[in-house]
């Protein structure tokens, strides 16, 4: 059975860092995409940032330069880097992964809070 696990989250001032980490465990076939997003309360899920199994990565415009994201292709993880962190970051941030060769399927994290204080 696939499992995302996500940790790594916490309470942390405004203008602090915090890393995420999302490891995947039961997986027998191809990790393809991978990803970060966030929802806030009464807000939408957003996409944070995207990484392609190549490294190819797609951020949002408001984490642009702040936020960093890589992977263990190895260990099956994800990562995220988040610096200059600003009230507006607080969300649970949930991961994503697309899995398999042919047929692919999309798997989610129970997320992690992370809380961002003025």
């Known amino acids: 059975q696939v499992q995302l696990v996500e940790s790594g989250g916490g309470l942390v001032q405004a203008g602090g860092s915090l890393r995420l980490s999302c490891a995947g465990s039961?997986?027998?076939?191809?990790?393809?995409?991978m990803a970060w997003y966030r929802q806030a309360p009464g807000k939408q899920r957003e996409l944070v940032v995207g990484?392609?199994?190549?490294?190819?990565?797609n951020y949002a415009d408001s984490v642009k330069g702040r936020f960093t994201i890589s992977r263990d292709n190895a260990k099956n993880t994800v990562y995220l880097q988040m610096g200059s962190l600003k009230p507006e970051d607080t969300a649970v941030y949930l991961c994503?992964?697309?899995?398999?060769?042919?047929?692919?399927?999309?798997?989610w994290g129970q997320g992690t809070q992370v809380t961002v204080s003025s």
């Open positions: 994503n992964a697309v899995i398999g060769w042919v047929d692919k399927y999309v798997y």
């Open positions: 039961g997986i027998i076939s191809r990790v393809n995409d």
């Open positions: 990484i392609t199994s190549g490294g190819s990565t």
